[in-house]
Nanobody, 126 residues
Framework: QVQLVESGGGLVQAGGSLRLSCVGS????????LAWFRQAPGKEREFVAA????????YYADSLKGRFSISRDNAKNTVYLRMNSLNPEDTAVYYC???????????????????WGQGTQVTVSS
């Protein structure tokens, strides 16, 4: 089991950048495939990006490719989400998620992920 804690959210002007971090507890962080999701007010939670256990492959929501970048540092038990060229539509609570399901290298479905952080608020002003 892993506990996840996000940080790095805040208020940023349109066009700005943020880097979110998510630290996991325990010593076996590398067994987890990781992802970021977000949920805007009144909307369903949506997939943002995912990264495999080793970090050698990454996946993104089509609408976010080129602006967002996911990475991980297993030695630091941390996954990151770099967000560039932010716009007001990116305003949401951002969650990191983890799963250790055998044979599943990545997924864009929230149902795949068994462990979730508490979320960090990102607000982009126009």
């Amino acid at each position: 089991q892993v506990q996840l804690v996000e940080s790095g959210g805040g208020l940023v002007q349109a066009g700005g950048s943020l880097r979110l971090s998510c630290v996991g507890s325990g010593r076996t962080f590398s067994i987890y495939a990781l992802a970021w999701f977000r949920q805007a007010p009144g909307k369903e939670r949506e997939f943002v990006a995912a990264i495999t256990r080793s970090g050698d492959s990454t996946y993104y929501a089509d609408s976010l490719k080129g602006r967002f970048s996911i990475s991980r540092d297993n030695a630091k038990n941390t996954v990151y989400l770099r967000m560039n060229s932010l716009n007001p539509e990116d305003t949401a609570v951002y969650y990191c998620a983890a799963h250790s399901r055998y044979g599943v290298t990545w997924s864009d479905s929230s149902r795949t992920y068994d462990f979730w952080g508490q979320g960090t608020q990102v607000t982009v002003s126009s």
